[in-house]
């Protein structure tokens, strides 16, 4: 495992900042928890195979005496590079971006098990969404009792959302939780 070098940082950085928005700071050094006088360990980006891993920096250090080659993962896998350069997020990044997401959308139950299909958001499905969201902007996709199933980006701001038919799309699905089942065989091998 190695560091990001700077170009494969800013790219990492402005996919999770679309995501967690100013918070993004908090995923490397997150806040003390409440009550405690030691900082919470820091965090850190390491890529291995063109795959980013989110991991404590201790456990980083621990990892250089591991061989390259024997090395197959190590903390959260948060996403993979393409050979263009460009960076995807895998649905394993779900637990890292859901605390400090932005934006969100709130599923009813009748439009949880469409979307853990694959398909994307539309409007009749949509319990609620946060305020003010832009369109084209990340968001985090949670089933009404605050679960997170999955992200996806805004096929329209709040605003014009609400004037929508309610067979119109207002997430597309990026990633939601049954590609776990769905492409299990592949997930984490390409």
């Not at 995923?27 to 195979?49: M, Y």
């Not at 305020?131 to 084209?136: I, V």
Request: glycine share 6%.
């Amino acid at each position: 495992m190695r560091p990001l070098t700077e170009t494969e940082t800013q790219t990492l950085f402005s996919k999770l900042a679309n995501y967690t928005g100013p918070s993004l700071t908090h995923l490397i050094a997150p806040p003390a928890a409440a009550g405690s006088t030691t900082p919470a360990e820091r965090h850190v980006f390491r890529i291995q195979n063109s795959r980013v891993y989110y991991v404590r920096e201790s456990l980083a250090n621990l990892a250089t005496s591991v061989a390259r080659p024997n090395l197959l993962s190590l903390g959260t896998c948060i996403g993979k590079f393409t050979k263009t350069g460009k960076f995807r997020l895998h649905i394993t990044a779900l637990d890292v971006i859901a605390p400090h997401a932005r934006y969100k959308v709130w599923v009813k139950a009748n439009g949880e098990m469409p979307f853990l299909y694959g398909g994307n958001v539309v409007k009749a499905h949509v319990g609620r969404w946060s305020e003010d969201c832009p369109e084209h902007q990340g968001v985090v996709v949670l089933s009404m009792n605050d679960t997170p199933l999955g992200f996806g980006v805004t096929a329209r701001s709040t605003a014009e959302a609400r004037r929508l038919d309610p067979t119109a799309v207002t997430v597309f699905r990026q990633a939601d939780v049954g590609e776990y089942l769905r492409e299990e065989d592949t997930l984490f091998t390409t």
